[in-house]
């Protein structure tokens, strides 16, 4: 089947909406969590905020690119970090859902750094936030939606409406408050709606190696699978590590057994040399 799919340069599209199970969350999730823990570090120690925020000139001078990607993690308030949660949970899960969480991770940081380059270019004030990435977001689905119409039909059309009728309104709120980084959430929208339309899902009727028809993605580029795979495998090696770590705790509350020991000791008779059974005389 992969060969097939190879040679036609095309892959079936599955989107999968049937609940999580339990221990298994998406990767907005996983995102917010992040955000949230770094928020909290901020709080007791707040060297991170100066180190990761971006500054502008130590970005155009090619020093500190570090700073295109820490900001997207830091946040300067609680309600600043409220208000990206809210809005990346709000289009995030359908995005990661229909580009997968390879493309959806992968849009979301290259937003966030295209978000921190624009605005370094623009301003030399600092800035931090998630925004600019989750503008990117929103900017691909608009891209996704507006693409792929003919799937969607008019439930897209809607979607898509008012998806620019919110980016149309941050701007015009943005530009409004001297406190906002307008020129990031512009670069961030630039960078995901990029991204949506190189690498984002591209739908189309397709036929399977048994010769029937169904929808397949087929994108203008396709990304590495070694990017494309990495947020599955990252996920595998996290609930391996969380498994181990669950059979290590069960096995210290388990009482104390005896033959453990024994057992310990025959292994390290077993690495000395045997006695001679020769009889004396």
Known sequence: DE?????????????????????????????????????ISQIFFPSITQRGIKLSGPILQGEQLWRLATPMFLHGGLPHLLTNTYSLQAVGNDV?????????????????????????????????????????????????LNRNAHVFGRQGEAMSGAISRTIMMNVILGSMSPMVDNWSHLGGALGGAVCAYVFGPRLMVGETPTGARTIVD?????????????????????????????????????????????????????NVAPKSVRPSF
């Open 218 to 270: 087929k994108p203008i580029m396709r990304l590495p699978n070694v990017l494309e795979q990495m947020p599955e495998r990252v996920g595998e090696r996290m609930r391996m590590m969380k498994r181990r770590m669950q059979v290590e705790s069960f096995q210290s509350d388990l009482p104390y057994k005896p033959w453990r020991k024994r057992r310990i000791d025959y292994r390290r008779r077993q």
């Open 96 to 144: 990661e859902r229909y580009f997968g969480p390879g493309r959806y991770i992968f849009t979301y940081l290259m937003s966030g750094v295209v978000a921190n380059y624009v605005s370094a270019i623009k301003t030399p004030n600092p800035s931090l936030g998630a925004s600019g990435a989750v503008f990117g977001i929103v900017g691909a689905y608009y891209v996704f």
């Open 3 to 39: 060969d097939f799919y190879d040679r036609q340069g095309y892959r079936p599209w599955h989107v999968d909406f049937s609940p999580r199970s339990p221990g298994h969350y998406s990767w907005t999730s996983k995102i917010v969590v992040v955000n949230v823990f770094m928020y």
